[in-house]
């Protein structure tokens, strides 16, 4: 059974970090890109971030470049979000999401995924 489980969300204050992780399990994660969105109630999911199977590809939405890093442990099935400078607009449930490809194709689209984790929150406030 194909499982994401992401951890690591919680309250922050701004100029905060925070690092989420999103451990796989029921497949081979090293075969997948793996993608990071993030949701606030009453909007759409959005993408965050994506890490093709190889890291030789790490693609980031224009509003969290230059803060957030993402990589992956292969040995352990974990992708890492690491959020640096957090502002209270980055306030959201973060998902992780596998690719239904080893790259990040239109990453930041849901369509290009298969399976979820259930989310973690972040909150950014003073």
């Known amino acids: 059974q194909v499982q994401l489980v992401e951890s690591g969300g919680g309250p922050v204050q701004p100029g905060g970090s925070l690092r989420l992780s999103c451990t796989a399990s029921?497949?081979?994660?090293?075969?997948?890109?793996i993608g990071w969105f993030r949701q606030v109630p009453g909007n759409e999911r959005e993408g965050v971030s994506c890490i093709s199977n190889t890291d030789d590809t790490r693609i980031y939405a224009g509003f969290v470049k230059g803060r957030f890093t993402i990589s992956r442990d292969n040995a352990k099935n974990t992708v890492y979000l690491q959020m640096n400078n957090l502002r209270p607009e980055d306030t959201a449930v973060y998902y992780c999401?596998?690719?239904?490809?080893?790259?990040?194709?239109?990453?930041?689209?849901?369509?290009?995924?298969?399976?979820w984790g259930q989310g973690t929150q972040v909150t950014v406030s003073s």
């Open positions: 029921g497949f081979t994660s090293e075969n997948f890109g």
């Open positions: 999401a596998r690719h239904r490809n080893h790259y990040c194709a239109g990453y930041g689209s849901v369509t290009f995924y298969d399976y």
